[in-house]
């Protein structure tokens, strides 16, 4: 356990993040919910409804999940957890995840207005995914080190 005076940077910078995070999604959830008709739009393979079903619950997982990211990030920051806890795992899984949803969820969110762009979005993002495998795999192990000993 750190002492009081000590805090842990690394997890305030990922509060940070997952708040910001959450804020996005629960905005882009409530813009969604105002205007419904804008998004039940057939895109793809999907119905009208269901493409709906998607983005809201899409959505409201990167909210879910950026919520328990922050709880976790709190009590690791303040230091009531050290760095190489279980919580600090727990909370850096659920930024990952949050992020994940929101990769998903982005394309669903803008195909109803631009198919085009909906499928560019995609497309780019697993191009992106893929070079960032690479480059975590080939990659020194002391430099990709998420939590520092």
């Known amino acids: 356990m750190l002492s009081p005076g000590k805090v842990n940077l690394m997890a305030q910078q990922v ?19 105002e ?3 804008s998004f039940e739009r057939k895109i793809w393979f999907w119905s009208a ?3 709906f079903v998607a983005i809201i ?3 409201s997982l990167v909210v879910a999940l950026s919520v328990f990211c ?9 230091g ?3 760095e190489e806890s279980v919580m600090m795992r727990f909370g850096l899984y659920n930024l990952f995840g949050a992020f994940s949803a929101l990769m998903v969820a982005m394309p669903i969110l803008i195909a109803p207005l631009s198919p085009w762009g909906g499928q560019v ?13 690479v480059v975590v795999r080939y990659s020194d192990r ?8």
């Open 15 to 33: 509060l940070l993040v997952s708040g910001f995070l959450g804020a996005l999604g629960l905005a882009a959830l409530v813009l969604t919910l």
């Open 35 to 37: 205007s419904p008709r």
């Open 49 to 51: 409804h269901s493409n």
């Open 57 to 59: 619950g899409f959505l």
């Open 70 to 78: 922050s709880l976790s990030m709190i009590h690791v920051g303040g």
């Open 80 to 82: 009531a957890y050290s």
């Open 121 to 133: 979005v995609a497309t780019v993002e697993v191009v992106m995914l893929a070079i960032y495998l």
């Open 142 to 149: 002391k430099q990709r080190a998420i939590v520092p000993k």
